[in-house]
């Protein structure tokens, strides 16, 4: 008998707005942040196994099986939770990596959810995404799974919700090290804190975008392109270009005018995730 597989959408991120107020001592940098969810992302299946082994089974160009942040967060929670039982993984991936859209850690949250579930840990979502901090700044707000203003390194998560249009993503093919972004001498790193919720119109703005566009002449020209339709704006650290509209129809037809000569897709902003929907469903 072949054990049943559960299959969990991976969904992607985009930050609205981002902006650094200072370093840390640990030199993490303080945030305030909006992410919102893509109805668009990666799909993992699952497999329970009764033998305590914990496998991905898809592999990953220049990411070994140990270091994906999908077998990372698997041993972690098998580890903390004392479980016995192990699993295997295979996913469908169709993020880009390193294009600030959060597919590795969206990937983590889904294991933590998704194992949680299927060996019956019973884990709240504080222990989960306290635990997901651990693999990455971007975890928790996966784990929680509404769209949120974050504050620290991304870790106080308030939840707000912004409209939600349709987007354009268009995705130049750099892969930009969040780490390099963040150690650039040229970073704005003074932002006042916003104090006022709603955050008010008008900040709207990625401090990182002028040193990822200074050093990635192809995210430059994502930005002049899709700019010339709308306000196009950079997704974390990049690479990941986007810009809202109000219907999927004008959406498509800006999206099929630029993928002419650039990678990109179109995709529907979601406060709440589709992963966290496909689980109430299962619920
Ligand atoms: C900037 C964002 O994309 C906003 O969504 C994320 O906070 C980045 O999250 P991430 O890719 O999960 O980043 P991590 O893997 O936690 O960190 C990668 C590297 O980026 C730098 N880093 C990251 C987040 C942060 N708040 N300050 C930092 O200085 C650190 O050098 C860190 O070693
Ligand atoms: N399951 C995974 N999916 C994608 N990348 C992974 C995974 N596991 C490990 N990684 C490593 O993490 C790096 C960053 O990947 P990711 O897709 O999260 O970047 P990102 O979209 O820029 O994220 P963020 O917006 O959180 O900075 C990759 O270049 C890869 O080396």
Redesign the pocket.
């Known amino acids: 008998m072949t054990t049943p597989r559960l299959t969990l959408p991976s969904p992607a991120?985009l930050n609205l707005m981002l902006h650094i107020l200072g370093r840390r001592e640990d030199g993490y940098h303080e945030l305030q942040t909006i992410f919102q969810f893509l109805d668009y992302g990666d799909e993992i299946s699952f497999a329970v196994r009764d033998d305590g082994v914990i496998r991905l089974h898809t592999e990953?160009d220049?990411?070994p099986h140990d270091?994906?942040?999908?077998v990372k967060a698997a041993k972690q929670l098998q580890e903390q939770s004392g479980c016995a039982l192990g699993i295997d993984i295979w996913?469908d991936?169709i993020?880009?990596?390193?294009?600030?859209?959060?597919?590795?850690?969206?990937?983590?949250a889904t294991t933590l959810l998704g194992l949680n579930h299927l060996w019956q840990l019973g884990w709240d979502e504080d222990r989960l995404a306290a635990l997901g901090l651990k693999l990455?700044?971007?975890v928790p707000v996966f784990v929680r799974g509404h769209a949120a203003f974050a504050e620290g390194v991304g870790e106080k998560l308030t939840p707000v919700d912004p409209e939600e249009p349709w987007y354009v993503v268009l995705v130049p093919q750099v892969?930009?090290s969040?780490a390099e972004i963040f150690s650039d001498p040229l970073l704005t790193r003074n932002s006042p804190p916003i104090k006022v919720r709603p955050v008010p119109k008008g900040n709207s703005r990625n401090d990182c975008l002028p040193v990822v566009a200074r050093r990635y002449p192809e995210v430059r020209n994502a930005l002049n392109l899709l700019g010339k339709f709308t306000e196009a704006k950079l997704?974390?650290?990049g690479s990941c270009v986007f810009g809202g509209f109000p219907s999927k129809a004008e959406a498509d037809k800006v999206s099929a005018l630029l993928t002419e000569t650039l990678t990109g897709f179109v995709a529907k902003g979601s406060n709440v995730s589709m992963l966290h929907r496909k689980l109430q469903n299962l619920l």
Do not use: E
């Open positions: 991120k990953f220049g990411v270091s994906n942040l999908i996913i991936k993020l880009p990596m390193g294009g600030g859209i959060g597919g590795g850690s969206s990937n983590a990455g700044a971007d892969s930009v969040t997704t974390g650290t």
